[in-house]
């Protein structure tokens, strides 16, 4: 199990990068078509699959992790573990239902592109750092944990 979570710990840092840089760089080579049906960087169907590899990951571990919380756990371990588990519930339910959104775009119109916009940012903003923290942690758990 110990190989395990570093591994996973090493995708999410990679996947937390990947969003990361792509978030900043994106407005830097790509040209935005306000009128067009999709304005963004057609790279973001790559790294939604990842993100959404990343949240599925992160709600199991982060799970574990909060399960493992008892009474002599410490209250930072309490407050990192609570603080992992609900960011990724959280990222979870916005990104799914804005990716779902988008991907039946033409028959599910209860927001427009400016909100999908804004819920997009949150999401790229709040992934790298739910990731990097829980890939972080999952480096440097040890396989008693």
């Not at 033409?106 to 923290?133: K, Q, Y």
Request: net charge negative.
């Amino acid at each position: 199990m110990d190989a395990l979570k570093k591994v996973i710990g090493v995708v999410l840092i990679i996947i937390a990068a990947i969003v990361a840089i792509h978030t900043v760089i994106e407005p830097l080579y790509h040209t935005s078509d306000p009128n067009s049906d999709n304005p963004y960087s057609s790279v973001w169907g790559y790294i939604n699959v990842l993100s959404a590899i990343s949240i599925v990951l992160g709600l199991i571990f982060s799970y574990i992790r909060l399960n493992k919380v008892g009474d002599n756990s410490s209250v930072q371990e309490f407050i990192a573990a609570n603080t992992l588990f609900y960011g990724f519930m959280f990222a979870a339910i916005i990104f799914f239902w804005n990716w779902f959104g988008i991907l039946n775009a033409t028959t599910f119109t209860a927001v427009g592109a400016e909100t999908r916009s804004t819920v997009w940012i949150i999401i790229d903003a709040l992934l790298p750092l739910l990731n990097g923290a829980l890939g972080a942690h999952l480096l440097r758990s040890k396989a008693s944990e």
